[in-house]
């Protein structure tokens, strides 16, 4: 009798072993930011500089990237990933001709064709506190939730930033709250140029020598 309980109690312990291995392993794979595939199209929404900035760190890291400032529909033709760079830019939006609702209601359109497409996104915001205001924080809070993967030059939860407050895009925690509602990877970068190393990683990329 004695034996039979020590049996059914060693694979007891034995299941809930189990099952704290494998809920530590979904909990690990659902923080992990996935793997993107080139070619990779890089537009902005808000017509900021970023978009340029963003397809420099782009190449420094090795990667296939194309670079439209207000990408078209036909342009996501063989696209695997679509880098959308955060944040509005009234100068840029007057030289396009568009106001912020034309801009949203463009990238509304864009978006859902990348969704048909099956095409990977990944947000970027760059330009720190430039980037913040009322017409930036619409278009951020309306595609950063789009994105497979967030990248922002800001602060993380519980780390002292120590580069120049202006170039906090995350100070209020915003991203932080939108990744963690939408259960979104974020990484987060103290330079633009940081943005080098995490594309390097999210694109398996091999980092250049020297």
């Known amino acids: 009798m004695n034996r039979r309980i020590a049996v059914w109690t060693a694979f007891i312990l034995l299941l809930g072993s189990l099952s704290l291995v494998t809920t530590a392993q979904e909990s690990e794979d659902a923080a992990s930011p996935l793997l993107f595939e080139q070619p990779v199209l890089v537009t902005s929404i808000g017509q900021s500089a970023g978009a340029a900035q963003a397809r420099v760190v782009a190449i420094r890291a090795g990667i296939e990237a194309t670079y439209s400032q207000r990408a078209t529909l036909e342009e996501l033709e063989g696209i695997k990933t679509l880098i959308i760079v955060l944040g509005a830019s009234s100068k840029g939006l007057g030289a396009a001709?568009?106001?912020?609702?034309?801009?949203?209601?463009?990238?509304?359109?864009?978006?859902a064709k990348v969704n048909e497409l099956g095409i990977l996104v990944i947000a970027m915001h760059i330009e720190g506190g430039a980037r913040r205001g009322p017409s930036s924080d619409l278009i951020n809070s309306t595609f950063a939730p789009l994105a497979a993967?967030?990248?922002?030059?800001g602060s993380q939860p519980d780390v002292e930033w120590t580069a120049d407050e202006s170039a906090d895009g995350?100070?209020?925690?915003?991203f932080t709250t939108i990744a963690t509602e939408n259960d979104i990877p974020i990484l987060y970068i103290d330079t633009t140029l940081g943005a080098v190393d995490v594309l390097i990683e999210l694109f398996g990329m091999t980092p250049a020598e020297g």
């Open 97 to 111: 001709g568009v106001d912020i609702d034309g801009e949203i209601a463009w990238a509304n359109e864009l978006l």
């Open 149 to 153: 993967t967030i990248i922002v030059k």
């Open 170 to 174: 995350n100070a209020d925690g915003l």
